[in-house]
């Protein structure tokens, strides 16, 4: 049986709105930073990013996009991300971001030349609410031209 349209988008709206009303509000938390078109992403252009949740701390996974172009010379993307925690001792995470399959085909997902890829960084984790995770890339080239935009995502445990 196939419902109207008007029927299956009430419906669909319903469902997006029962699921979102099972997670716990507030503790997710994202943060997007645009990287200059010229020259590109320096080695040395380390991004902030102060994430804030509703509690003091929250119990999750830590997420990182990258959107870019065509003009990205390579198939992948190391990033290392790193974390304040309790008692000033950091948590570095380093991350590999296949950009491309072995073909060279771009794998993320966009609208005309920009391409997005996420990926999960780490298993569970403990986050205090306006703790800034910073990232910045580890290529062995000092600019990398192509990247549009770096942003990273708390996605609380339900």
């Not at 380390?46 to 172009?69: E, I, K, N, W």
């Not at 910045?136 to 990398?144: E, G, K, V």
Request: net charge neutral; with cysteine; hydrophobic share 35%.
């Amino acid at each position: 049986m196939t419902l109207p349209g008007a029927i299956r988008t009430a419906a669909a709206g319903a469902a997006l709105l029962a699921a979102a009303s099972c997670s716990r509000p507030g503790n997710s938390a994202s943060g997007y930073e645009a990287m200059p078109p010229a020259p590109g992403w320096c080695y040395s252009d380390t991004l902030r990013f102060p994430l804030a949740h509703t509690d003091s701390a929250a119990y999750g996974r830590v997420a990182v996009g990258v959107t870019h172009t065509g003009e990205y010379p390579y198939s992948d993307l190391w990033l290392e991300i790193t974390s304040d925690a309790d008692g000033g001792v950091a948590r570095r995470d380093t991350v590999c971001l296949r950009l491309a399959d072995r073909n060279g085909r771009w794998t993320g997902h966009g609208i005309g030349t920009s391409f997005q890829v996420t990926d999960t960084v780490d298993a569970l984790r403990a986050h205090r609410s306006g703790s800034p995770l910073t990232v910045r890339h580890i290529m062995r080239r000092d600019t990398l031209p192509g990247i549009e935009r770096v942003g990273v995502f708390f996605i609380p445990e339900e």
